[in-house]
């Protein structure tokens, strides 16, 4: 072998050449996010279509009931009225932030907003056409609900307008943001099992499905279109 044939495959990925030597390829930060929201996507698509089983086949009962008995031992009528105070704000952030986000004149911000929080209810609404999965009897609620249980609309909306402020939101805000996030999406689906008006799998489907409707926006809309405010 010649030298300057030696020279040209130390020089190739493929020849004898330092691991230095081999050709980089850096993940931009726009390609890393667009992967992490993909992965969301995937995720919280397999938990539901996970859950949706479970529930269809029964396996899910023993432990659903177990939860809700659980937590009616403590039932106060003070806390059920602070539970449905809770679960009102759902509705009252979501309108107030459209409704800021068009004061300012975002457009694009308010359009996925929008999308992000009606689009995860029109699905929410089908899901539960779908299923058709009665609300918990175990004891009689206060103000029973007519819809179905699977998954909770409630759970559903507070996890979407979670993760869409996660979005829209600047970095620095989007860091400050997420533990009182994450807190109130945990204490709206706290109250309504608390409540007694969902099953825990119910909670948990809401939320996989919400993650995984925003975060498809997410990837399908572009960055441009959920420009940080």
């Given at each position: 072998m010649?030298?300057?044939?030696?020279?040209?495959?130390?020089?190739?990925?493929f020849?004898?050449?330092?691991?230095?030597?081999?050709?980089?390829?850096?993940?931009?930060?726009?390609?890393?996010?667009?992967l992490?929201?993909?992965?969301?996507?995937?995720l919280?698509?397999g938990?539901?279509?996970?859950l949706?089983?479970?529930?269809?086949s029964g396996?899910?009962?023993?432990?659903?009931?177990?939860?809700?008995?659980?937590?009616?031992?403590?039932?106060?009528?003070?806390?059920a009225?602070?539970?449905?105070?809770?679960?009102?704000?759902?509705?009252?952030?979501?309108?107030?932030?459209?409704?800021?986000?068009?004061?300012?004149?975002?457009w694009?911000?308010a359009?996925f907003?929008?999308?992000?929080?009606?689009?995860a209810?029109?699905?929410?609404?089908?899901?539960?056409?779908?299923?058709?999965r009665?609300?918990?009897?175990?004891?009689?609620?206060?103000?029973?609900?007519?819809?179905?249980?699977?998954?909770?609309?409630h759970?559903?909306?507070?996890?979407?307008i979670?993760?869409?402020?996660?979005?829209?939101?600047?970095?620095?805000?989007?860091?400050?943001?997420l533990?009182p996030?994450?807190?109130?999406?945990?204490?709206?689906?706290?109250?309504?099992?608390?409540?007694?008006?969902?099953?825990?799998?119910?909670?948990?489907?809401?939320?996989?499905?919400?993650?995984s409707?925003?975060?498809?926006?997410?990837?399908?809309?572009?960055?441009?279109?959920?420009?940080?405010?």
């Amino acid at each position: 072998m010649t030298d300057s044939l030696r020279e040209t495959l130390e020089e190739t990925p493929f020849g004898g050449g330092t691991p230095s030597s081999l050709p980089s390829l850096p993940l931009s930060a726009a390609g890393a996010g667009k992967l992490i929201l993909l992965l969301a996507v995937a995720l919280g698509a397999g938990l539901l279509y996970w859950l949706a089983i479970a529930v269809l086949s029964g396996s899910s009962l023993a432990f659903d009931d177990a939860v809700l008995r659980y937590l009616h031992r403590y039932a106060n009528v003070h806390l059920a009225q602070l539970a449905n105070i809770v679960c009102m704000l759902v509705t009252v952030i979501s309108v107030l932030t459209l409704v800021f986000l068009l004061y300012r004149r975002w457009w694009r911000q308010a359009l996925f907003w929008f999308c992000s929080t009606a689009g995860a209810a029109i699905i929410c609404g089908f899901a539960k056409k779908l299923m058709q999965r009665h609300r918990p009897d175990l004891w009689a609620l206060a103000s029973p609900h007519a819809s179905f249980s699977f998954p909770s609309g409630h759970a559903t909306q507070s996890m979407a307008i979670v993760v869409a402020l996660l979005l829209l939101a600047a970095p620095a805000t989007r860091r400050a943001l997420l533990i009182p996030g994450l807190a109130f999406i945990g204490l709206v689906g706290l109250c309504r099992l608390y409540l007694g008006m969902h099953y825990p799998t119910d909670i948990l489907a809401g939320w996989a499905l919400a993650v995984s409707w925003v975060c498809l926006l997410g990837v399908l809309s572009g960055p441009q279109w959920r420009r940080p405010v």
